[in-house]
């Protein structure tokens, strides 16, 4: 039941681009339309039919998995996919996700193009209820691995010793992997937002920012927590208060209606309000669920309208060259009354 109704939807999103078929190459997207979960797998989806396209090593498990027509394919899907499609006139595929062999090995067959631009991605933005739980559980599983991994903080310890002790506390709870690369960056190192953990020992007097997901039953978690090694010191302090402010500013404004440019606009003000405008250089979050970085984005010009049911994350943050960096990030599901803060893990400024 779950697949057809998500296959409805995309059907009559085909009718409105007047297309007939959708050929679905996005191993994301495969498995929102068809629950397989195989690294090599495509769909065709017409007004009658749902079939999976995948190889021999993945027989037994499209067996077990789809809900679709298995075929198994010798050699690339897209030329067996494109031998398909002769009694089609026109045909959707995912232009943002496809690589250009793909397409032209589809496009031996003589039918009309048309893009899909962001129509599944669209329809994956609310959750269901099972979808919403299942990224409940991702994360509580992501805060028990954060305790449990701060409970063998030692000092001295490099950034990827600390981001190794996070993935394996992961992966004891069950999670499938991490949802993207563990961010662990201490000191003036935090002011990377997207460090990489590297040699440098957590050691002294700093910043420690720790960014990290986990994927369980397929659905991401993601959330940032700050340390501070040793006494806080007052521009630290401020920069933290101020980020902490913006945060809860933000989560404030979350509630079904309201645009995803306006949550921003919160967490703007207060940083700009510090001081801080020019330090916050990404935007306010994001959704997930299938992948970690998913539709609605929460940023300065997107103008979605938040929903009921949809799962975003609220992750401001401030960096200062030279000096560090703070972002504090929950995991929230958007409701008609405001949101739940799903991650239960203290915001506090965890003295180490
Ligand atoms: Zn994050
Ligand atoms: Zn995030």
């Known amino acids: 039941m779950l697949y057809k109704n998500r296959v409805a939807?995309?059907?009559?999103?085909?009718?409105?681009?007047?297309?007939?078929?959708?050929?679905?190459?996005?191993?994301?997207?495969?498995?929102?339309?068809?629950?397989?979960?195989?690294?090599n797998g495509a769909l065709l989806v017409s007004g009658q039919q749902v079939t999976l396209f995948t190889d021999p090593r993945y027989t037994i498990q499209a067996g077990r998995e789809a809900s679709a027509k298995v075929v198994i394919a010798k050699g690339p899907l897209e030329t067996v996919i494109a031998a398909k499609l002769g009694s089609f006139r026109k045909v959707a595929f995912e232009n943002g996700r496809i690589s250009f062999r793909s397409m032209a090995a589809l496009q031996q067959a003589r039918v009309e193009w048309c893009?899909?631009?962001?129509?599944?991605?669209?329809?994956?933005?609310?959750?269901?209820?099972?979808?919403?739980?299942?990224?409940?559980?991702?994360?509580?599983?992501n805060s028990a691995a954060l305790d449990e991994a701060l409970t063998h903080f030692q000092e001295g310890m490099?950034?990827?010793?600390?981001?190794?002790?996070?993935?394996?506390?992961?992966?004891?709870?069950?999670?499938?992997?991490?949802?993207?690369?563990?961010?662990?960056?201490?000191?003036?190192?935090?002011?990377?937002?997207?460090?990489?953990?590297?040699a440098a020992k957590i050691t002294g007097r700093g910043l420690l920012l720790i960014d990290m997901g986990s994927f369980l039953g397929g659905y991401a978690s993601d959330m940032t927590r700050m340390a501070h090694l040793g006494r806080i010191p007052a521009p630290?302090?401020?920069?933290?208060?101020?980020?902490?402010?913006?945060?809860l500013a933000a989560l404030d404004r979350v509630?079904?209606?309201?645009?995803?440019?306006?949550?921003?606009?919160?967490?703007?003000?207060?940083?700009q309000s510090h001081g801080y405008g020019k330090a916050f250089v990404h935007s306010t979050g994001h959704g997930l669920g299938l992948e970690i970085h998913e539709m609605p984005r929460i940023g300065k010009k997107d103008k979605t309208r938040l929903?009921?049911?949809?799962?975003?994350?609220?992750?401001?943050?401030a960096y200062l060259e030279g000096f560090g960096g703070v972002r504090i990030e929950d995991t929230v599901l958007v409701t008609g009354s405001g949101c739940e803060i799903l991650t239960p893990t203290s915001k506090k400024l965890m003295v180490l």
């Open 255 to 271: 509630k079904a209606g309201v645009t995803t440019a306006s949550v921003d606009a919160a967490a703007r003000k207060v940083l």
């Open 9 to 39: 939807a995309l059907r009559a999103a085909l009718v409105e681009k007047e297309s007939e078929a959708a050929v679905i190459t996005s191993a994301p997207n495969v498995r929102y339309f068809s629950g397989f979960t195989g690294s």
């Open 115 to 141: 893009s899909l631009d962001d129509t599944c991605e669209r329809l994956r933005m609310v959750k269901s209820e099972e979808e919403q739980q299942a990224i409940r559980a991702s994360v509580l599983l």
């Open 158 to 198: 490099t950034e990827t010793d600390l981001a190794a002790e996070i993935e394996y506390r992961m992966r004891r709870r069950g999670a499938e992997k991490p949802a993207f690369e563990t961010i662990v960056a201490f000191g003036e190192r935090s002011a990377l937002p997207h460090a990489q953990p590297g």
């Open 236 to 247: 630290t302090r401020h920069l933290f208060d101020a980020v902490h402010e913006a945060q």
């Open 307 to 317: 929903q009921a049911g949809m799962a975003i994350t609220i992750e401001p943050g």
